[in-house]
């Protein structure tokens, strides 16, 4: 498939290969990254919880953190913008796995398994959500194209989301997406949802063709610079990374924090947690 839109990357800076990604704090208002600690990924829940209730998803919780069992797989990332010390923006890439599945097979299991049953490694993107107030439009879409070009090289071969209809538009115009299953309701934020898919071979075929591959962190950084948003190393140093043993373990989560976050999420009819929990531990040894 032919790329014609090129939104999702405007990068035309040139950088020497030699710069090193690590932005003085003086120069930038934002720092995109990946949580490599317990308190980002915290920060990153209670931003779920927070945007998803204003927004009516949710209902409240005592407890102000929102995630899913999927937030808790060792092989998760979460990506944060960030301003200091406080949270701004999130978002979660979460891969396929036998025993878990995606969170978007709630829906759309069906859509999914056409994919799995031709050996195709799935990766999903969600849990997006941006304090609105804090930061703009502009910054929530460079974010949500930097946690898009990272999850082009992993090892998968489609990239998921599942939207809202009110944002298919933005995600089709500056994204290679394309809708892949109907409109359905998803009673779990109380709202309608659409199922989204970019076959990432059309995208790496585009960066071979257009001789962009290897120059495209160049290009990144120096363009993230100019908005006054840095790159945290830890991004480029797993981008690029060819050890698949990487992606094993990219949750900064230890076993007693796993114990007591599913604590949190477990309710009397949930019998089987203690399984759940068993296995997520056992994935992390």
């Avoid at 398994?113 to 502009?138: D, F, P, T, Y």
């Avoid at 290679?176 to 990432?200: H, I």
């Amino acid at each position: 498939m032919a790329l014609t839109r090129q939104r999702w990357l405007p990068f035309t800076s040139e950088i020497s290969p030699q710069a090193v990604c690590r932005p003085d704090p003086d120069r930038i208002d934002y720092v995109f990254k990946i949580a490599d600690c317990a308190d980002e990924l915290l920060q990153a829940y209670h931003l779920l919880y927070h945007e998803y209730l204003n927004a009516g998803y949710i209902r409240e919780s005592p407890h102000k953190l929102l995630f899913t069992t999927h937030h808790l797989l060792p092989r998760t990332t979460v990506f944060l913008a960030k301003a200091e010390k406080t949270v701004l923006s999130t978002a979660t890439l979460v891969h396929d796995s036998r025993e878990f599945g995606l969170p978007m097979d709630a829906l759309y299991t069906g859509e999914l398994s056409a994919l799995r049953e031709q050996n195709r490694k799935v990766l999903e993107i969600c849990s997006l959500a941006s304090n609105g107030s804090a930061c703009g439009r502009n910054i929530t879409k460079n974010f949500t194209r930097l946690v898009f070009l990272y999850s082009v090289f992993r090892v998968v071969d489609d990239i998921c989301i599942m939207v809202n209809p009110r944002h298919v538009a933005f995600y089709v115009k500056y994204f290679p997406f394309t809708v892949f299953g109907a409109e359905k309701f998803f009673p779990r934020v109380n709202a309608p949802a659409v199922p989204l898919r970019v076959n990432v071979e059309s995208v790496r075929n585009f960066f071979q063709n257009s001789q962009v591959l290897f120059s495209v962190g160049q290009k990144m950084y120096r363009h993230y610079l100019s908005l006054k948003i840095g790159i945290n190393f830890n991004v480029f140093q797993k981008m690029y990374s060819n050890d698949q043993d990487t992606e094993k373990f990219s949750n900064p989560l230890d076993a007693a924090t796993i114990t007591e976050l599913l604590g949190i999420n477990e309710t009397p009819h949930q019998a089987h947690s203690s399984i759940r929990k068993q296995q997520i531990l056992e994935m992390y040894s």
